[in-house]
């Protein structure tokens, strides 16, 4: 699993703990819904921009969203 994939599963698992949709953190973080799931799905190298806004929307450190658990 690369990087992009840990990080959409990450992501999908921070939004599911604060029961939110995809359309939810979609308005959150001021990103689109299919933006959003693409992420999820580890289909998209995202930006640290939106990293951080993805992360500012689930109230976790970017950090949480990158950290190699493995």
């Known amino acids: 699993m690369d990087?992009?994939?840990k990080f959409g599963k990450k992501v999908r698992y921070f939004r599911k703990i604060r029961n939110l949709s995809q359309d939810?953190?979609?308005e959150l973080?001021?990103?689109h819904r299919?933006?959003?799931g693409s992420v999820?799905?580890?289909e998209r190298n995202i930006?640290?921009?939106n990293a951080?806004?993805?992360a500012n929307a689930?109230?976790?450190h970017l950090t949480d969203l990158v950290a190699d658990d493995d």
Do not use: P, Q
């Open 3 to 5: 990087i992009t994939e």
């Open 34 to 36: 299919t933006y959003i």
């Open 47 to 49: 930006t640290l921009l």
């Open 24 to 26: 939810e953190l979609a």
């Open 58 to 60: 689930l109230s976790v």
């Open 29 to 31: 973080s001021d990103l």
């Open 40 to 42: 999820e799905r580890g």
């Open 52 to 54: 951080n806004k993805i």
